[in-house]
C-alpha cells in the first residue's frame, strides 16, 4: 500500500517527523518496505497483512497514525445535494448470484463534464502509482486509495435500459475489459450485466464498452461487496489481478459502501458537475452488525505476561473503533468495527492492545521452568549411522524430494506401485515422488562427473515415498548411498552401521541374492528380517548407467531406516571374553568361480561347531596357470577358541580337518598346501 | 638359562656399552667400540644371541623382545657417540624417507551444511527442554489448513500456492486432496492430537512451497517448529524463550524484537528479529497458539495456553556458513559441500 505524506495529513495532523511515525507504524503492524519523494512528496510503502484491509487506503493508515499518536482522526462528510428524481426511477439492479456479490448499490449522476482532473488531484494519484484518466474515472480510484472501497463509474447511456442484472458468467462467455483485452469467462465468476451482455467483470475490472469517455454525461457509480473467494478464483484464473480484486480478496467493509459511493458522487460533482439523483438503487438494504467480543481483564495479563492498565486497553480499543457497551473493572463488551473484520475474538483484542502498547513493553527475561529432554534414540542412531558413513569417505548429500522422467525413475527396489506426483511439478520436470534415493543420487554423482570430479561417494538420509493402496502413502526414511565400482564399499558401511545399531541382533537377518532390473546381473544382495527387505546392495546395471551417461561402474544401496530403528540397541553390554588363547588357521581353498562365500561360510560354521568363534573372509584371487581356468582361490582365517579351556593344537588340527572335508563334499573345495 | 640370568646378562652388556662409550673421542674409536659390542663373528650382541637359544621356551617371546629392545639401545649409543666424535655421517644408500611429504590424510566424509545445522537447532532447543517430535511430509489438508485455522477462502490454499498430490489413476477413488505439506506446524497439531499435555516440543524437516529458484528461493526448504503448551505460558516466556535460542546459536549478548504480524494459527502473531552485531536480523514468525487451534484438537483454550514459532532453517544455515545461494545447498556439488567439514 502507497501512503501519500501530504494526502494523510487531510486525515490526520502528526507532529512527528516522517522516520518515527514509519517506525511506530512498522512496530504496531505496518512493515515499512521503502519511502521515495515523487514530486516532492514522501510516499510510503507498506507492507499490510492480508487481515488488515482496513490498511489498503488513507483513512485506515490514518487512523492507526492517530491511534499511536493520540491525534484526532478527521474523516470526510460526504454530503451534497440531490435532485428530486429517484435514482430507481431510471436505474434497477437485480442481484442473481448473492453468493459472489451480497450487495449492489448503484447511485447515478446526471450532466457530467467528462475531463482532466484538477491538477492537485492528479498528482495525488500520480503520486501513489495511479495513472489519472479523467475527472470521473479518478474519483473512483482516489475514494478506493481513501478508504479502501472499490467502485466504478458506467457511462449510464451504454446500460441498455438502465438495468444492471448481477448474475453468473455463461461459460466460454466472452468480454472485453477496459485494458482493450478480450476474456474468456466462466460459470463461476460473477459479471455485472444489461440486457445484452457483461459490461463488467464484478469486482476485477470495468468493461471498455461501457467506460466513461469524453462524451459520457450520465453516470451509474456502483458501490458492491463481492466475495473474496469468488474474486481470487476469477483474479486467479484470468490472471488479471487489479487494486480492486486485491481489496475484495481482503474483505472490505460490508457498511462501507454507502460512504464511499456519496464521497464519490460529492467529488464527481465537484470535479465534473453534474446533478445527483435521489437516493440509491440498492439491491439489500442492510447493516452488518460487528462482532460483539468480550474482555477479560485477567485474560491480558495470562496471554502476554505483562500488566497493562485497564483504563488504558479500554481507551485504545475505543480510538480504533470499538464500541464499548459494557464496562466494569474486570470486563469489558464491545462491538468491533465493521473495517475490522478480523476483531472477532478476544484474543484478537488482546493483540490490538499490546501491538498499540509496543512489544518492548514485554520482557525478554520471563521465567522457563525446566524440564527434562533428552536426545531421541533415532537421534542417537542418525549421529551413528552419519560418523560410519563420513569414517567412509562418504559426503552427504541433500537433494529435492520430487525427481523428473528419465533413465533412472523407474529404480524401485521398494514398492512395485507407480509413484506419486504432485499436480505442480517441484522444479522444471520434477513432478514424481521418489520411491527410491537413488535416483537422485546419481544425479548428483552425474552433476559432479560433469565438473570433473570423479569417484565421488555419496549418502543421503531421507524419506522416499511409498504408495500403499488408498491411504496414505508409506513414508519410509532411507539410508542410501552410491560409490565406486564395488558394491562391497556399501555393503561394508552398512555392515558396521548394522553392527553397530543392532549388535548380535544382526543374527537375524537373512542374507539373499537378488536381482533387480536396475542392478547389474549377479551383483545384486538383500538382506531380509521376517521376510521384510531391510537393505539391497548392488553394481548399476551397465545399460542404465549407459543411458544415464555415468562413467565407469557405479556401485548403489540402500538401508531402511525405520526398520534399523526398531530393532536399535543404542546402549552396548558387556559380552564376557575368553580367557584362554585363541589359535588362529589360515585355510587357502581352490574352488570353482560358482562357489560363493555366503554357502562357504555356512559350510565352514556348520563343521566348525561351536569352538569357530570367526570365519574371516581375506580375499579371492585366481592363478589360472596352476589351477586352470573357471577357478578362484579363497583365502580365509578361522578363530578356534574355547571358553572353557586351553585348546591343544591337535583340537583345532581335528576341527579343521572336518572344516576342509566339509568343503571338500559340499563345494569341492581343494585346500591349497 | 632361566629368563632372569638372561635379563641380567643384557643389563650387563647394556650398563658395559654405556661405560665404554663415554669414554670415546674419535671416530676411531666409536668403530671399534661398534665391533666390540655389534661385530657379527664375536661381538657382545652375538653372544647374548646365543644365550637366547638356551632361554625355555615359553620365556622366548618376552625374551627376543628384550633382546631387540637393547640392540636398539646400543644402536642409539653409537649413533650418539659418532655424533660427538664428530665424524662424517655414512652415506646412506637405498631409498630416503623425506619427512616434508604431506600426511596420509583419511579421505572422510562431510555432513550437510543443513544437517549440520538441524542437528545445532536440535541441541539447542533441547537443553531448553523441547523434544524432537516429526510428522509426515504427506499431509492432509486437516493437519495443513484447518485444524491451523486457515479457512477454505484464505489465499494459503490456493492450489497454485501448493504442491497437491495429482489425482491416481482413476481405479483409485480419491481419498480426499492430500499435499506436501507447506509448513512444519501440521506436526503441532499431529502431536496435540496424541500427546498429553503440558508438552515442549520442536519438529524440523522438509517443506515445500511453489517458488521459482532463485537465490533466496527454493521450492523445498526445511523448517524448525518450536511449541510450548502448558498452564499459563505468556508472550514474555515466548520472548524470553527466543532469546535464549538466540544467544545460544549467535553468541554474545542478543536481543529480540517483535513485531506485529499475521499468522492463522497464532493471535497474537509477531514477526521476530535479532539485534545482533549491530543490525536487526528477521528470525521467523511466532505468536500464542490460537484458541482455534486448540479447539480443533480438542483442547480447552480457557485451560490451556501455548506458543509457537517457526523459522527457516536455510537462512540461519547460509547466515552460519556464509551461503549466498541457496541453490548451490541441493546441487550436490562436492567442491560446495567438502567446504563444511567441522
Redesign the interface.
Given at each position: 500500500m502507497l501512503v501519500s505524506w501530504e494526502w494523510l495529513s487531510d486525515y490526520v495532523k502528526l507532529d512527528a517527523p516522517l522516520e518515527q511515525v514509519v517506525d511506530k507504524w512498522?512496530?504496531?503492524?505496518l512493515?515499512h518496505e521503502s519511502t521515495e519523494w515523487v514530486e516532492g512528496v514522501p510516499v510510503i510503502d507498506l507492507e499490510v497483512?492480508?487481515?488488515?484491509a482496513d490498511c489498503l487506503g488513507h483513512i485506515g493508515v490514518a487512523r492507526e497514525a492517530s491511534v499511536l499518536f493520540s491525534k484526532p482522526l478527521t474523516i470526510p462528510r460526504p454530503e451534497f445535494v440531490e435532485v428530486s428524481e429517484e435514482a430507481t426511477s431510471i436505474v434497477s439492479v437485480e442481484n442473481q448470484f448473492e453468493e459472489a456479490c451480497s450487495r449492489y448499490t448503484a447511485r447515478v449522476i446526471r450532466g457530467v463534464k467528462v475531463g482532466p482532473s484538477p491538477e492537485w488531484f492528479a498528482k495525488r494519484l500520480r503520486s501513489i502509482g495511479v495513472k489519472p484518466i479523467n475527472n470521473v474515472v479518478d474519483v473512483t480510484n482516489y475514494v478506493m486509495m481513501e478508504i479502501g472501497q472499490p467502485l466504478h463509474a458506467f457511462d449510464l447511456s451504454r446500460v441498455l435500459g438502465g438495468k444492471i442484472v448481477v448474475r453468473r458468467a455463461v461459460d466460454k462467455e466472452t468480454f472485453v475489459a477496459i485494458d482493450h483485452r478480450t476474456y474468456a469467462l466462466d460459470s463461476q465468476m460473477v459479471v455485472i450485466a444489461d440486457a445484452k451482455g457483461p459490461l463488467a467483470l464484478g469486482g476485477v475490472m470495468g468493461g471498455l464498452e461501457s467506460e466513461v469517455s469524453e462524451s459520457t454525461v450520465d453516470l451509474l457509480i456502483e458501490a458492491a461487496s463481492f466475495?473474496?473467494?469468488s474474486i481470487?478464483r476469477a483474479a486467479?484464473k484470468l490472471k488479471l489481478h487489479s487494486p480492486s480484486s486485491y481489496r475484495f480478496?481482503r474483505r472490505i467493509d460490508p457498511n462501507g459502501l454507502d460512504w464511499a459511493s456519496r464521497r464519490c458522487c460529492q467529488l464527481i460533482q465537484q470535479l465534473a458537475g453534474g446533478v445527483i439523483l435521489e437516493g440509491v438503487v440498492d439491491s439489500k438494504q442492510e447493516v452488518v452488525r460487528g462482532a460483539v467480543v468480550s474482555l477479560r481483564r485477567a485474560r491480558v495479563h495470562?496471554?502476554?505476561?505483562?500488566e497493562v492498565p485497564w483504563a488504558q486497553s479500554k481507551r485504545i480499543l475505543e480510538q480504533l473503533g470499538c464500541e464499548v457497551t459494557a464496562a466494569t473493572d474486570t470486563e469489558l463488551n464491545l462491538v468491533a468495527p465493521t473495517y475490522r473484520q478480523?476483531l472477532t475474538?478476544?484474543?484478537?483484542l488482546?493483540?490490538e492492545i499490546?501491538?498499540v502498547v509496543g512489544?518492548?513493553a514485554?520482557?525478554?527475561?520471563?521465567?522457563?521452568p525446566?524440564?527434562?529432554?533428552?536426545?531421541?534414540p533415532k537421534?542417537i542412531m542418525m549421529g551413528t549411522l552419519?560418523a560410519v558413513?563420513?569414517?567412509?569417505?562418504?559426503?552427504?548429500?541433500?537433494?529435492?524430494?520430487l525427481i523428473g522422467k528419465g533413465a533412472t525413475d523407474r529404480i524401485s527396489p521398494w514398492c512395485a506401485q507407480?509413484p506419486?506426483?504432485?499436480?505442480?511439478p517441484?522444479?522444471e520436470g520434477a513432478?514424481v515422488?521418489r520411491r527410491s534415493l537413488v535416483p537422485s543420487l546419481i544425479?548428483?554423482r552425474l552433476?559432479?562427473q560433469s565438473?570433473s570430479?570423479r569417484d565421488?561417494?555419496?549418502?543421503e538420509t531421507?524419506?522416499v515415498?511409498l504408495?500403499q493402496g488408498?491411504?496414505?502413502?508409506k513414508?519410509q526414511l532411507n539410508f542410501g548411498c552410491i560409490a565406486e565400482s564395488d558394491p562391497r564399499i556399501i555393503r561394508g558401511v552398512f555392515e558396521e552401521c548394522l553392527g553397530r545399531i543392532w549388535g548380535s541382533g544382526v543374527e537375524a537377518i537373512e542374507e539373499r541374492v537378488v536381482e533387480f532390473d536396475f542392478m547389474e546381473r549377479g551383483t545384486g544382495i538383500a538382506w531380509y528380517v521376517d521376510g521384510v527387505m531391510l537393505a539391497w546392495v548392488g553394481s548399476l546395471s551397465k545399460a542404465l548407467a549407459q543411458s544415464s551417461k555415468i562413467e565407469g561402474a557405479v556401485a548403489i544401496g540402500e538401508l531402511d531406516l525405520d526398520m534399523l530403528l526398531s530393532r536399535a540397541v543404542l546402549v552396548p553390554r558387556l559380552r564376557v571374553l575368553s580367557p584362554y588363547p585363541a589359535i588362529l588357521r589360515d585355510l587357502n581353498f581352490i574352488v570353482d568361480e560358482g562357489v560363493q562365500w555366503q554357502g562357504l561360510r555356512r559350510t565352514i560354521e556348520v563343521a566348525a561347531g561351536k569352538l569357530c568363534k570367526e570365519v574371516v573372509f581375506r580375499e579371492i584371487y585366481r592363478d589360472t596357470k596352476k589351477d586352470g581356468a573357471g577357478k578362484k582361490r579363497i583365502l580365509l582365517t578361522l578363530t578356534i577358541q574355547s571358553d572353557e579351556e586351553t585348546l591343544r593344537s591337535e583340537q583345532a588340527d581335528a576341527l579343521v580337518a572336518s572344516v576342509i572335508t566339509a568343503c571338500q563334499g559340499e563345494h569341492a573345495a581343494q585346500l591349497l598346501s | 638359562m632361566a629368563l632372569e640370568s638372561f635379563y641380567s646378562a643384557i643389563d650387563g652388556m647394556l650398563a658395559d656399552a654405556q661405560a665404554c662409550l663415554l669414554g670415546v673421542d674419535s671416530p676411531e674409536g666409536v668403530e671399534s667400540m661398534r665391533i666390540q659390542f655389534t661385530g657379527a663373528k664375536n661381538g657382545a650382541l652375538k653372544t647374548i644371541q646365543k644365550l637366547l637359544g638356551t632361554v625355555p621356551a615359553e620365556d622366548k617371546p618376552a625374551a627376543g623382545k628384550r633382546f631387540n629392545e637393547a640392540r636398539e639401545a646400543i644402536e642409539q649409543l653409537l649413533l650418539q657417540a659418532a655424533d660427538r666424535a664428530g665424524g662424517k655421517p655414512k652415506a646412506v644408500t637405498g631409498p630416503l624417507v623425506d619427512p616434508t611429504l604431506p600426511g596420509l590424510r583419511?579421505?572422510?566424509?562431510?555432513?550437510?551444511p543443513?544437517?549440520q545445522t538441524l542437528e545445532h537447532l536440535?541441541e539447542i532447543m533441547?537443553?531448553?527442554?523441547?523434544?524432537?517430535t516429526e510428522g509426515?511430509?504427506?499431509e492432509?489438508e486437516w493437519h495443513n489448513f484447518v485444524a491451523l485455522n486457515i479457512p477454505?477462502?484464505h489465499?494459503a490454499r490456493?492450489?497454485?500456492d501448493n504442491?497437491?498430490?495429482?489425482a491416481?489413476?482413476a481405479t483409485?477413488?480419491s481419498?480426499g486432496a492430500?499435499?506436501?505439506r507447506s509448513q512444519t506446524s501440521t506436526v503441532q497439531i499431529r502431536v496435540m492430537e496424541s500427546t498429553p499435555l503440558p508438552l515442549?516440543i520442536i519438529s524440523l524437516g522438509?517443506v515445500?512451497r511453489?517458488d521459482a529458484?532463485d537465490a533466496t528461493h527454493f521450492?523445498?526448504f526445511h523448517q524448525m517448529e518450536g511449541l510450548w503448551v502448558d498452564k499459563?505460558v505468556?508472550?514474555?516466556?515466548l520472548?524470553?524463550?527466543?532469546?535464549?535460542f538466540a544467544t545460544s546459536y549467535l553468541g554474545g549478548d542478543v536481543?529480540?524484537?517483535?513485531?506485529?504480524?499475521?499468522f492463522p494459527f497464532t493471535?497474537?502473531?509477531?514477526?521476530v528479529d535479532y539485534w545482533w552485531n549491530g543490525q536487526w536480523i528477521e528470525f521467523g514468525g511466532a505468536g500464542?497458539v490460537?484458541?482455534n487451534v486448540f479447539r480443533a484438537v480438542g483442547i480447552d483454550p480457557e485451560e490451556w495456553?501455548g506458543f509457537a514459532f517457526g523459522l527457516g532453517v536455510e537462512r540461519l544455515c547460509m547466515r552460519r556458513f556464509g551461503i549466498t545461494d541457496i541453490r548451490d545447498?541441493?546441487?550436490?556439488?562436492?567442491?560446495f559441500?567438502?567446504q563444511f567439514a567441522s
Open positions: 512498522a512496530l504496531s503492524g512493515n497483512t492480508s487481515n488488515r466475495a473474496p473467494m481470487r486467479r480478496e495470562q496471554v502476554l505476561g505483562i478480523d475474538r478476544e484474543a484478537d488482546i493483540e499490546v501491538r512489544y518492548d514485554i520482557p525478554e527475561d520471563a521465567m522457563v525446566m524440564v527434562s529432554s533428552a536426545r531421541r537421534d552419519r558413513a563420513c569414517a567412509s569417505g562418504f559426503d552427504e548429500t541433500l537433494n529435492p524430494s507407480d506419486l506426483a504432485t499436480s505442480v517441484l522444479l513432478a515422488l544425479a548428483a552433476h559432479n565438473q570430479i565421488v561417494r555419496l549418502f531421507a524419506n515415498y504408495p488408498e491411504g496414505l502413502p513414508e | 583419511p579421505r572422510m566424509g562431510v555432513l550437510h543443513i544437517t536440535k533441547g537443553r531448553l527442554g523441547f523434544n524432537v509426515p511430509e504427506i492432509d477454505e477462502d489465499p490456493d492450489p497454485l504442491f497437491y498430490l495429482s491416481a489413476k483409485v477413488p481419498t492430500r499435499l506436501l515442549r522438509r515445500y511453489p529458484p521450492p523445498m499459563n505468556t508472550m514474555a516466556q520472548k524470553s524463550v527466543l532469546r535464549l536481543n529480540v524484537r517483535f513485531r506485529p504480524s499475521f493471535e497474537p502473531s509477531v514477526e500464542m490460537d484458541p495456553s545447498l541441493y546441487r550436490s556439488d562436492v567442491r559441500l567438502r
